[in-house]
């Protein structure tokens, strides 16, 4: 089993910044794929991001590239999801999943993730 928690969500004015964090107490984060999502009131949770378990690789929304990075701390046990330039319409809860993987993978659909955190909230202000 693994627990994941998310941290670092808050209310930003158009243009700011935020990073979230993804923890985990698994011992063995580094086989992991982790994704973040997010999903605004009445809509479906969207993909935003994803890693492979070693970091080497990358994986974008087309509506965050450029401006959001994801990245991983395996000896932190974290992933991360700095946030910048955010639009109002990057309001929703976000989410970290995470599935256990070869290291070439990462994935994109909610589907394809075993483990879930509770999300949270951002909320960017025009």
């Known amino acids: 089993q693994v627990r994941l928690v998310e941290s670092g969500g808050g209310l930003v004015q158009a243009g700011g910044s935020l990073r979230l964090s993804c923890a985990t107490s698994?011992?063995?984060?580094?086989?992991?794929?982790v994704g973040w999502f997010r999903q605004a009131p009445g809509k479906e949770r969207d993909f935003v991001a994803a890693?492979?378990?070693?970091?080497?690789?990358?994986y974008y929304a087309d509506s965050v590239k450029g401006r959001f990075t994801i990245s991983r701390d395996n000896a932190k046990n974290t992933v991360y999801l700095q946030m910048n330039s955010l639009k109002p319409e990057d309001t929703a809860v976000y989410y970290c999943?995470?599935?256990?993987?070869?290291?070439?993978?990462?994935?994109?659909?909610?589907?394809?993730?075993?483990?879930w955190g509770q999300g949270t909230q951002v909320t960017v202000s025009s």
């Open positions: 890693i492979t378990p070693s970091g080497s690789t990358t």
């Open positions: 999943a995470a599935r256990n993987s070869d290291n070439y993978y990462y994935y994109s659909h909610t589907y394809d993730y075993a483990y």
């Open positions: 698994g011992r063995t984060f580094n086989t992991y794929a």
